[in-house]
């Protein structure tokens, strides 16, 4: 994929939908809520447990453009009948760990299951070998979302650690897997 110099690429999914991933634009803010606030929703197991509003999302928005244009962040949206669908990004590390790239990622329930995950991280880890500057991706996922940590295996990564009771979840103390991605640069 030529995501880096294309900007856009459409891909089909397992079940035949074409979905186009390309770079977050400033116009997308308001789908960028409604994305993020679905996955709020329905208490996907996911780092952010309170909706967004439209200034914080904006906020947020023009930080992540602003990275993306210094080359501090890669990120893809997902986008299938003009509705954002997934969302993942590289965010590069500062000072000492300059070198490392955390990954994250999210899909719209409904929308899981169909491969989009794993086209979506082939796309930004081919854009993350690129960079020269990342030498070790590395990821954080909750303990009880089973089929993250499975995409993320079939992607290559490995368990690197395991912080107990990191996240509250659905009202439990929910352990925190540390990945990283073997083969990658130094990992």
Same mark, same amino acid.
């Given at each position: 994929?030529?995501?880096?110099?294309?900007?856009?690429?459409?891909?089909?999914?397992?079940?035949?939908?074409?979905?186009?991933?390309?770079?977050p634009?400033?116009?997308?803010?308001?789908?960028?809520?409604?994305?993020?606030?679905?996955?709020?929703?329905?208490?996907?197991?996911?780092?952010?447990?309170e909706?967004?509003?439209?200034?914080?999302?904006?906020?947020?928005?023009?930080?992540?453009?602003?990275?993306i244009?210094?080359?501090? +962040?890669?990120? #893809?949206?997902?986008?299938? /009948?003009?509705?954002? %669908?997934?969302? @993942? =990004? !590289?965010?590069?590390?500062?000072?000492?760990?300059?070198?490392?790239?955390?990954?994250?990622?999210?899909?719209?329930?409904?929308?899981?299951?169909?491969?989009?995950?794993?086209?979506?991280? +082939?796309?930004? #880890?081919?854009?993350?070998? /690129?960079?020269?500057? %990342?030498?070790? @991706? =590395? !990821?954080?996922?909750?303990?009880?979302?089973?089929?993250?940590?499975?995409?993320?295996?079939?992607?290559?990564?490995?368990?690197?650690?395991?912080?107990?009771?990191?996240?509250?979840?659905?009202?439990?103390?929910?352990?925190?897997?540390?990945?990283?991605?073997?083969?990658?640069? @130094?990992?």
């Amino acid at each position: 994929m030529c995501l880096k110099l294309c900007k856009t690429v459409k891909v089909k999914t397992k079940d035949g939908k074409v979905v186009t991933l390309r770079r977050p634009r400033r116009s997308d803010v308001k789908q960028l809520q409604s994305f993020i606030n679905s996955l709020v929703d329905e208490d996907a197991p996911i780092l952010i447990n309170e909706r967004a509003t439209l200034k914080g999302e904006k906020e947020w928005l023009k930080w992540l453009l602003k990275d993306i244009g210094k080359n501090k +962040k890669h990120c #893809l949206v997902a986008v299938y /009948k003009g509705e954002i %669908i997934g969302n @993942i =990004e !590289l965010r590069k590390g500062k000072g000492r760990n300059s070198h490392v790239a955390e990954y994250a990622i999210a899909v719209k329930g409904g929308c899981r299951n169909i491969g989009l995950a794993t086209i979506m991280s +082939k796309a930004i #880890l081919d854009i993350g070998k /690129k960079d020269k500057e %990342i030498k070790l @991706i =590395e !990821l954080g996922v909750l303990s009880v979302n089973k089929p993250a940590m499975q995409l993320y295996k079939k992607l290559g990564f490995r368990q690197v650690t395991r912080l107990r009771k990191r996240f509250k979840y659905k009202e439990k103390y929910i352990d925190d897997i540390i990945m990283d991605l073997k083969g990658f640069g @130094i990992a």
